[in-house]
Nanobody
Framework: QVQLVESGGGLVQPGGSLRLSCAAS????????MGWYRQAPGKERELVAA???????NYADSVKGRFTVSRDNLKNTVYLQMNGLKPEDTAVYYC?????????????WGQGTQVTVSS
């Protein structure tokens, strides 16, 4: 089991910045993949940025060059630094942790944090 607690969402003007945090309840060394997804009203949940099972990072094309995913292994925390925010970035952002099992994998989700980009 992995509990994930997100923080850092809020209201920001276009062009502004926010940093989201996701604290895991256990060592992130024991988590195979971890990152951020988002879901806007009426749309499906989509990948934003994540550390993959192989250890590399993966970004949605729409956020490349603006968002950066990072981690602090000592704090068991993953961050999403969002710069140059646009109204289309408005969504609920969810932290995800994926743990490989003998039968495949288990996905764990945080409660979500709202990000609203508006003037």
């Amino acid at each position: 089991q992995v509990q994930l607690v997100e923080s850092g969402g809020g209201l920001v003007q276009p062009g502004g910045s926010l940093r989201l945090s996701c604290a895991a309840s256990r060592s992130i060394f024991s988590i195979n993949a971890m990152g951020w997804y988002r879901q806007a009203p009426g749309k499906e949940r989509e990948l934003v940025a994540a550390f993959t099972v192989g250890g590399s990072t993966n970004y949605a094309d729409s956020v490349k060059g603006r968002f950066t995913v990072s981690r602090d292994n000592l704090k068991n925390t993953v961050y999403l630094q969002m710069n140059g925010l646009k109204p289309e970035d408005t969504a609920v952002y969810y932290c995800n942790a994926r743990v490989l099992t003998t039968n495949g994998f288990d996905d764990y989700w945080g409660q979500g944090t709202q990000v609203t980009v508006s003037s």
